[in-house]
């Protein structure tokens, strides 16, 4: 890559140029988000810190034809502990919002619907130098807003959302949008930004969409992209920041 401008860690430009292998860089950028994350949840666990912006049974999701499509998608190829989880991380995305920032709700919805994607049957990468799986649901994504009329920006909100979820920390430059699908995503993995939550909002989501299992159900999905992609975040993440144990290990969660 010398004499190329390296794009940022996560971003689909970077996708695009890197296929998703990470280099030394991108290894150390996120090594310094984890110690960044561990720091900022020790500090707020430790002072106690819980919010309640909304209830529950006030969330609706966007009503709206590509919203609906990109639903309807996630339901066809997912098993039903994965499209769960895409619902429930569309929960704890409006839950943890402060309300300080704009966002398009419609945007952050559809991406959510198709960040995991690429870890379905019908959509796993297959001979394909790409390293990371998201790329798949940032594909989706630009499709449906082709055929949906967005502008390009709206587009590329919902596409680079996806590809950043995996990030450990996402850069507030990159838009409300990609801050809101990871943290609705890492939230119901692994319980990320949870503990600011009160249980019973926590207790109503899960009722609403049931985990089925997810945390024995995703461990295996996640090794099977380590296996295949072993230069990819998912890889990196699970060996060298202890992924697989931060999910097992999440305690709002028992399944």
């Known amino acids: 890559m010398t004499g190329i401008a390296m794009k940022q860690l ?46 529950v049974d006030d969330i609706l999701p966007p009503d709206s034809a590509i ?15 994965l499209f769960n989880h895409s619902l429930r991380a569309y929960f704890w995305a409006r839950l943890l919002d402060d309300g300080s920032k704009p966002f398009d709700d419609e945007a952050v919805f559809t991406a959510i619907m198709l960040h995991d994607m690429g ?39 919902a596409a680079n959302a ?22 609705g995503s890492g939230g119901d993995v692994a319980g990320l930004g949870l503990d600011v939550l009160e249980q019973d909002q926590i207790n109503a989501v899960c009722t609403k969409h049931p985990r089925l299992n997810f945390k024995t159900s995703i461990v295996p999905v996640l090794g099977l992209e380590e296996a295949q992609r072993p230069c990819c975040r998912i890889a990196f993440m699970n060996s060298r920041l202890g992924f697989t144990d931060l999910i097992a290990n999440a305690p709002m969660f028992s399944e």
């Open 119 to 157: 870890l379905t049957d019908a959509h796993r990468l297959q001979g394909s130098d790409e390293q990371c799986f998201t790329v798949v649901g940032a594909r989706m994504a630009e499709e449906l807003g082709a055929k949906h009329q967005w502008n390009d920006r709206r587009t590329a909100l």
């Open 10 to 55: 996560g971003t689909l430009q970077w996708l695009e140029q890197t296929h998703g292998r990470l280099g030394l860089r991108d290894k150390l950028a996120l090594v310094a988000q984890g110690v960044k994350a561990r720091a900022a949840t020790r500090k707020r666990m430790g002072a106690s810190v819980k919010f309640r912006h909304r209830e």
């Open 67 to 81: 919203a609906r499509e990109a639903m309807a998608m996630c339901e066809a190829a997912s098993a039903p502990f």
């Open 162 to 183: 996806i590809t950043l979820h995996l990030n450990v920390i996402v850069d507030p430059k990159h838009g409300r949008e990609a801050e809101m699908v990871r943290a």
